[in-house]
Nanobody, 116 residues
Framework: QVQLVESGGGLVQAGGSLRLSCAAS????????MGWYRQAPGKQRELVAS???????NYADSVKGRFTISRDKARNTVSLQMNSLKPEDTAVYYC??????????WGQGTQVTVSS
């Protein structure tokens, strides 16, 4: 089992920045990747960014050039720096861990609201 604790989020004006952080504990030796998803009202949960153990990163097209994921494998943490935020970035953001053999773990979610 992997437990995830998120921090960050909040309300920001368009063009502003926020930073989300997530710390994993428990069976962290089994982690394959860490990342962030988001879910806006009435929409499906979508991948925002992820980082695998070989440091390969993946971003949603909508956030490329604005968001940066960083992962500290030694500390089992992952952060998401979000710059140039837009109202359409408003969503609940979830920390995600994929682990061996094929398990998915989710944080409790943190609200990000971008006002226009």
């Amino acid at each position: 089992q992997v437990q995830l604790v998120e921090s960050g989020g909040g309300l920001v004006q368009a063009g502003g920045s926020l930073r989300l952080s997530c710390a994993a504990s428990g069976s962290t030796f089994s982690i394959k990747s860490m990342g962030w998803y988001r879910q806006a009202p009435g929409k499906q949960r979508e991948l925002v960014a992820s980082s695998t153990n070989d440091e390969t990163t993946n971003y949603a097209d909508s956030v490329k050039g604005r968001f940066t994921i960083s992962r500290d494998k030694a500390r089992n943490t992952v952060s998401l720096q979000m710059n140039s935020l837009k109202p359409e970035d408003t969503a609940v953001y979830y920390c995600h861990v994929a682990s061996w053999p094929a398990r998915n773990y989710w944080g409790q979610g943190t609200q990000v609201t971008v006002s226009s």
